[in-house]
């Protein structure tokens, strides 16, 4: 019995490390736009390794319960989630392009444009409605083409996300 169930971890571990082996890149990308850490030179982005980090852990823990489901849409939930909670501390992102928006114009824009994670899937996920995902997007785009300030208004103090973020 024991030697199944080794095996078993054995399985599930090889499976985890596949999927991190082909979607790591793509969220550790995500992890620096949340975050606003440059992603150059490596290691210069540790706040987003920290950020994925968690969230992978968290994928693991749940790695049984997936049941088929899809592990990179689990991932990326823990990331918005983490990052959602870590805005609330208001801890605003530092540099990059997106600096000047608010955390949760920048979490709404980047599961929106970069993620392209829907509308309706998005005002899920952060217990928003979708047009509450609309006008923030919209808010984001517009402050990005502007390049004037988001809701924060360069204070360093961000608003916290609106809204039910936990799962």
């Keep these: 019995m024991a030697e199944r169930a080794t095996h078993r971890d054995r399985l599930r571990a090889l499976e985890f490390e596949a999927f991190v082996a082909g979607a790591g890149g793509r969220l550790l990308h995500t992890a620096t736009l949340l975050t606003g850490e440059p992603s150059q030179p490596p290691g210069s982005y540790v706040r987003a390794e920290a950020l994925l980090r968690a969230a992978l852990a968290r994928t693991y823990a749940d790695w049984d319960r997936l049941h088929g489901g899809d592990p990179y849409d689990r991932a990326r939930r823990e990331l918005a989630i983490r990052f959602a909670r870590e805005a609330r501390r208001h801890q605003r992102p530092r540099g990059g392009p997106l600096d000047r928006l608010t955390p949760i114009e920048r979490l709404v824009l980047v599961l929106r444009m970069y993620e392209e994670v829907g509308e ?48």
């Design 120 to 167: 309706e899937q998005t005002a899920a996920l952060l217990g928003l409605s979708a047009d509450r995902v609309r006008a923030v997007c919209a808010r984001a785009v517009a402050a990005l083409r502007t390049g004037g300030a988001g809701r924060g208004g360069g204070t360093g103090q961000a608003p916290a996300p609106r809204g039910r973020v936990t799962p």
